[in-house]
């Protein structure tokens, strides 16, 4: 399987995955704002985080949505995407350090726009905590390769 | 004393900030696909997620105080087309919608993340939850708001 990418007339609607989990940690966040530059305390004040609704730190989104695009592709063999091209994203409830998140992914929708080359696959996603919250939820909208000519 | 920051009565609908730039590196890109646990695609090019997460990040390089972010709601993005490893992006982020509710307000940003040449290679739009100046508590025993904060 490795190294074969999945075209897309291969991929059929309704294909559902679920990927291994994944524990977010302190240096994931740590990282992640060095990386953004996103410094807000919500990520990087334990002791003013102590103080707020939340009690502790939390993940940034944005990591949240990187961290599924990584079980994404330990969820199901690869596609041959020729791009990402469209997000529609909610972040429903926050990703506290130690906490462990899998993906449940679906095939929502396929669209030929007619060319020969390539087709539109809309995966819808669900970002899922260890107590089984949606931590984190949308859809995404992939470019894949069609089978090539013979 | 409290952190310097932009609250939901200092933001108008139609007001535009330009942020400073910034070069993507294949360290950029190593250190994300490290983070996320992606595999690359093809050489030299920049995640597509990754210039979310930078544009957060030069947010934080404006001249005004960092937006009050209470929540970061949601993200409607296009990848209208791909970044590589050398170009320089900055973002151009507009106030679409401002709506207050009881506790904050509702703050919706047009975004355009923009090349060395001036295209637009990604658009969209960041609802966010923002605290309004009045229900700023003091810091100690606040148990509510957060402050100086742009994005979760």
Known sequence: MAGVRRCFEEIEVGEEYESPGRTVTETDIVLFAGLSGDYNVLHTDAEFMKTSIFGERIAHGLLGLAVQSGLFSRATQAYATVAFVGLRWKFKAPIKIGDTVRLRARVSAKQDDGKPDRGLVTVQRSLVNQRGEVVQEGETDLLVEKRGQP | ?152
């Open chain 2, 1 to 152: 004393m409290s952190t310097p920051a932009t609250y939901f009565e200092d933001v108008a609908a139609g007001d535009v900030e330009v942020t400073p730039a910034l070069t993507l590196t294949e360290a950029h890109a190593a250190l994300y696909r490290g983070l996320a646990g992606e595999n690359a695609d093809e050489p030299g090019l920049i995640p597509e997620l990754l210039p979310l997460g930078l544009i957060t990040g030069l947010g934080w390089r404006l001249s005004r105080p960092p937006l009050a972010v209470l929540a970061f709601m949601s993200v409607e993005w296009k990848m209208e087309r791909p970044l590589r490893v050398g170009d320089t992006i900055h973002c151009r982020m507009r106030v679409a919608i401002k709506r207050s509710l009881r506790e904050g307000g509702v703050v919706i940003q047009d975004q355009e993340v923009i090349d060395q040449d001036g295209e637009v290679a990604q658009r969209g739009r960041f609802t966010f939850l923002v605290a309004k100046r009045a229900a700023e508590p003091a810091r100690a025993g606040a148990g509510r708001s957060i402050q100086g904060g742009h994005t979760t």
